[in-house]
């Protein structure tokens, strides 16, 4: 019976992680590790990646615990899944993930560096404010936006940073490179909220597309885009990374342009998840131009990198469907 108990736990944690977005966090944390440090540290790479897990797990739990009803709406109209929605969960079995992800992230934190821990302690008590009376951070459109954008950047990226010990750093440059990141982020987040419009709306959640719109969302999507790219381009002197993003910064500007007029909600959903593909794409030619690699390798890999993310994408469109 205890064994079981425990893989059920054990099982919803791993629900609650949402395995893609933590990844794209850890890339994120990779960045800022390798950013101005050549050696690795397994064992803290791993800590890295626990406590990115546990810190999304807790701030999941909450959220799902906040918006129960809201899901109720989005995800029937969707067929998604949430554990409390779909009544694998129990109310007290979240509070109580969300309780323990929370104290062991702070705890394996400290096994980094005290800085971590500070850093980890600011990730949890945002993720509170974020989802819970009164404060509701999810409700408020435009700051929504922009700080939960700055916490899936900023914090893994000075997670890793602080992970390798760097001492000497260009202020200036590492402060264009996390910004453009933010910036390209942005635009990603804020397509976030385009399957729930039905629910939000039925809720009074004013997420930034239920108060400003499709087309006004996809467009602002694409200048904070736009904006990012040139920051990555203005940091990174390199004339085969420049023909790459152009080669998958192209596709998002025409995906967001088709997204805006889309009215369709699965194709909607399709684009989004196009945009996601090209996107991370950028993000993987950003981690591999910061690896320490030779000039051959880094040549190589951009290559392969950009071909592979740009089949991926286009893969995607393929399944948009066409007006009854």
Not at 157 to 186: P, Q, V
Not at 195 to 200: E, H, L, N, Q, S
Request: charged share 15%; glycine share 6%.
């Amino acid at each position: 019976m205890y064994v079981k108990t425990l893989a059920k736990k054990i099982f919803l944690l791993g629900q609650m992680v949402r395995v893609r977005t933590t990844i794209l966090m850890f890339l994120f944390a990779l960045m800022g590790y390798f950013y101005a440090n050549d050696s690795t540290s397994p064992m803290k790479l791993v800590l890295i990646l626990i406590v990115l897990a546990l810190w999304y797990a807790n701030g999941t739990s909450l959220n799902d615990l906040a918006d129960e009803e809201i899901d109720k709406v989005n995800l029937k109209l969707l067929q998604g899944e949430r554990p409390l929605v779909k009544g694998n969960a129990a109310r007290s079995e979240l509070r109580t993930l969300a309780l323990v992800s929370a104290a062991l992230a702070f705890c394996l934190s400290i096994l980094i560096s005290p800085l971590a821990a500070v850093y980890t302690t600011f990730g949890l008590l945002y993720g509170y404010l974020y989802s819970t009376p009164p404060f509701k951070i999810s409700y408020r459109g435009v700051i929504a936006t922009l700080s939960l954008s700055a916490l899936y950047v900023f914090y893994p990226f000075f997670l890793g940073l602080e992970a390798s010990n760097a001492l000497h750093l260009d202020m200036a440059r590492t402060t264009l490179l996390t910004l453009a990141l933010y910036a390209c982020f942005i635009a990603r987040i804020l397509l976030k909220d385009v399957r729930d419009v039905a629910g939000d709306k039925k809720f009074g959640k004013r997420t930034f597309i239920v108060r400003y719109g499709q087309a006004t969302t996809a467009i602002t999507s694409a200048t904070f885009w736009v904006a990012g790219m040139c920051g990555l381009l203005a940091y990174w002197n390199n004339t085969l990374f420049t023909i790459a993003s152009i080669a998958l910064s192209l596709p998002i500007v025409a995906v967001l342009a088709n997204l805006a007029k889309e009215q369709l909600l699965e194709n909607k959903l399709i684009y989004v998840a196009t945009l996601g593909r090209f996107a991370n794409g950028i993000a993987f030619l950003v981690f591999i131009l910061i690896l320490p690699l030779s000039q051959q390798e880094q040549t190589y890999t951009l290559i392969a990198a950009s071909v592979i993310f740009l089949a991926m994408g286009t893969e995607a469109l393929l399944h948009l469907k066409k007006p009854a």
